[in-house]
């Protein structure tokens, strides 16, 4: 083997060893309890000049005018709905095929956000549409799939949301998170080919190439924050579920156990 | 020995126990001719309009039709015990698994395929488009049935299952619904419909061959 | 520089529903966080309280067996 070779087995040997030990509750959760407060800030940080950039920085399109700047939150939670979609189905594919109970939390704590975002992709494209379209709703082809996406997010949570036990609960709920993976190009392609076939071409929110070079930084800084938010969003969620479910186990009361005798001195010294 | 296959059996006993039950077999005709009759009723007798929504009508109808069983696919099997057999030793329970799902399509499908030209020519589709309105149903009600068991499978031990499945079901069916009713549409047009019957044909084949694993894994899970 | 914001309503809107949507997914977790928090602590307290019980109980019996 030689020197390279044998560094990159290394590292893939350390990336190994962190995944598994991720997969047990307490270190996933003390690993939760401190990245995501950074992911926070970072995020903060991000939509703060991302969004300064967006509104005040960059001068209004020569087409759309000011509506163009709708583009700086649409498009990267588009972007984003899409892809949690992607990283959802990975980690389901994992919880089925290894079963590790993590995966299984954490792909199911990805659908909320997923939905949240699709939901903001929709309420803005349509508000877009409004004075662009002169309807609150076009039948556009990606506004439309846009829509059987988040009715796919949320029958995803209605599933897990409908079992006592959350291990099987998450575990069925992987399955459709499966068959929608293999749905969702063709409802995608099927949409797109309904729409060439009922109306010409609309006009896009982001066209193929108006894309003007003095756009692309708010739109990376803000894609970038909402990188790290579902990041920060995903730990939390996983976490919460995760206390939940472990309530009566050892190590969530260890873990808290700190916490908690601070409360009840704090109560103790109330009431003396 | 005439020891018959478990596939043929269980199709035998879905199929008398249907004709035994007309009354909620014939539910998803009666539901196709409530849709045909309701829907005019409400937009307007307008001949024009009517053929114009006659394939959208029809399908969504279908669809609708198809979801009226679902709730019981598997139910009773599961109450006694039989879905449990249906995996048990050297069975994969894909022969029971194809045994019901052909007699659900036997049963909540056909029907609405023998009836629908009497609906169409009620909408006044243009005669020439009814061989392609029945060819997009014999091609795709298939894959609405494997859609909606997956659904029922996976809804199968949840609490308030029946309030999930159009949830479940509705974003599976999008391309379905596109693909059969331009056909038809570009039939009643007098054009040539050839590539819409393809891409229908090919996502009930894709369904055919991927929907059993997951209906089974779904099943499989419930039981645990 | 602040531009003429021709279509201001719509910009605007589109930024309240995203700054909406956003806090809702920073607050909604926090709060159940601190709702599964407190179920924990009472938890915690119930079963510290039912062991001190418990000793005080098994105290009695000791003394109670050694008095016999």
Known sequence: MSHQDEQVWVIWKTLKRWFHMLGSPPTFSRFARTVSPWLWAAFAICLVYGIYLALYVVPPDYQQSDTSRIMYIHVPSAWQAMLIYVIMAVLASIALIWRIRMTEIMAMSCAPIGAAFTLICLVTGSIWGRPMWGTWWEWDARLTSMLVLLFIYIGIMALYAAFDDRRKAARIASVLVLAGAVNIPIIHFSVEWWTTLHQGQTIRLLGESSLHSSMMPPLLWLTVAIKFMFGAALLDRSRNELLEQDQSKQWVQRELEGQFDARQQTRAADHA | ?224 | MIPDFEYAAFVWSSYLVFALVMTWQVVQPMLRRRRIKKQLLEQFEEQQAARLMQNRNSQNQNFRENRI
């Open chain 2, 1 to 224: 020995m005439a020891k018959t296959s478990p596939f043929l059996a269980l199709l035998k006993r879905d199929i008398k126990l249907s004709i035994r039950r007309a009354g909620e077999t014939l539910l998803p005709l009666f539901f196709l001719f409530a849709v045909v009759v309701l829907i005019p009723l409400g937009v307007g007798p307008g001949p024009n309009l009517l053929s114009l929504m006659a394939p959208g009508m029809i399908w969504v109808a279908a669809l609708l039709a198809s979801l009226l069983a679902l709730d019981q696919l598997f139910r009773g099997d599961l109450d006694d015990g039989t879905l449990e057999q249906w995996f048990i030793g050297p069975s994969s329970g894909y022969a029971q698994l194809g045994a019901r799902l052909i007699s659900h399509w036997l049963i909540s499908a056909l029907p609405v395929i023998v009836f629908s030209p009497l609906a169409a020519i009620m909408l006044h589709l243009p005669l020439e488009a009814l061989p392609v309105l029945i060819l997009t149903l014999l091609i795709g009600t298939p894959a609405l049935s494997l859609i909606g068991s997956l659904a029922a499978a996976l809804t199968l031990t949840t609490r308030g299952a029946g309030g999930l499945l159009p949830i479940l079901v509705f974003p599976m069916v999008v391309p379905l619904l596109i693909f059969a009713t331009g056909a038809v549409s570009l039939a009643a047009e007098g054009t040539v419909s050839n590539p819409h019957l393809g891409l229908l044909l090919a996502f009930t084949i894709l369904n055919l061959s991927l929907m059993p694993i997951a209906i089974r894994a779904a099943l499989k899970m419930n039981l645990e």
